[in-house]
């Protein structure tokens, strides 16, 4: 089985989209005149993250998956990756491609920016899907084991580091798609202009800039889309108590948690994960 495997039975475009002046590598599926769901993964990561989601999903609604400002294969300007930038470079996107409104997906970093987005353009989000969401605690230990890991899958040439940085996002390692997947990322990460970039793309785990990024209660009360938490009991980067304060402070949010799993719900517990999705949004379109 591979990543292509996955998406081989829909209909499917690999793309290059001008967003805000930013070359974004996006996946799209599903009718032209579907209702939108964006797909927004975690620091560092890239569009891969959702190809078991895509192709469930794209039987209804018009799917993209993106690479997030200055990760995967997406433009990468020589500037701190703080929320504001990612919501510009999400709703540049949507611009681009005709997207009035769309319901958002977004897994760690993802969820963070598409909160930030509901609380900034309620008119624009459709609905939330916050998975093992970040950017509502400072954690030092949590985030300089971030930075640790990741600087070394991307600075030195041992694919190994590559294997361990995915390893943190399961609590079972995914023998069909993890190897994989390591090539995939090891790829990215050994881009130079990404190894150029890595201090950007980082930057929320250095304590003041995450400071003046939190997503604080105040502004998490301002969301108005109906949102869907989904937590796991081994997320290696946030307890379930810190989700329970999430779906606290969102009027009207449902927490959903997965036993057994980790860092990428959506990945470990697909065969959990698309139903509750796919039921989710047809609550709300």
Avoid at 171 to 179: H, I, P, V, Y
Avoid at 228 to 234: G, R
Avoid at 238 to 262: K, M, Q, S
Wanted: charged share 25%; hydrophobic share 40%; aromatic share 8%.
């Amino acid at each position: 089985m591979s990543i292509w495997t996955e998406l081989s039975g829909i209909d499917h475009r690999h793309a290059y989209v001008d967003a805000g002046g930013i070359r974004t590598r996006a996946l799209q599926a599903g009718p032209e005149d579907g209702e939108h769901v964006v797909f927004l993964h975690g620091t560092t990561g890239h569009l891969e993250a959702f190809v078991k989601n895509i192709p469930v999903h794209a039987e209804r609604y018009r799917c993209h998956a993106i690479d997030m400002l200055g990760h995967g294969y997406t433009g990468k300007p020589d500037r701190p990756g703080e929320i504001p930038a990612y919501v510009e470079h999400l709703m540049a996107y949507l611009d681009a491609v005709g997207a009035e409104r769309a319901h958002l997906v977004g897994e760690s970093l993802g969820g963070w920016v598409s909160s930030w987005a509901a609380s900034e353009y309620p008119d624009r989000v459709a609905s939330l899907q916050l998975l093992c969401m970040g950017g509502t605690k400072v954690n030092p230990t949590v985030m300089e084991r971030l930075k640790t890991s990741t600087r070394a899958a991307a600075l030195e040439e041992d694919i190994s580091l590559t294997r361990d940085r995915l390893r943190l996002l399961w609590a079972e390692w995914d023998e069909d798609l993890g190897d994989e997947l390591t090539q995939v990322r090891y790829e990215i990460y050994h881009q130079p202009e990404f190894q150029r970039n890595l201090h950007n793309l980082l930057a929320l785990q250095e304590v003041e800039t995450r400071e003046r990024n939190l997503l604080r209660p105040d502004r998490m009360a301002r969301i108005k889309a109906p949102t869907l938490v989904v937590w796991a009991n081994k997320n290696p980067f946030g307890d379930v108590p810190e989700a329970e304060a999430i779906t606290a402070a969102i009027p009207g949010a449902r927490l959903e948690i997965f036993n057994e799993c980790g860092h990428w719900p959506q990945h470990e517990k697909a065969d959990l994960y698309n139903p509750l999705s796919l039921g989710f949004l047809a609550g709300v379109s």
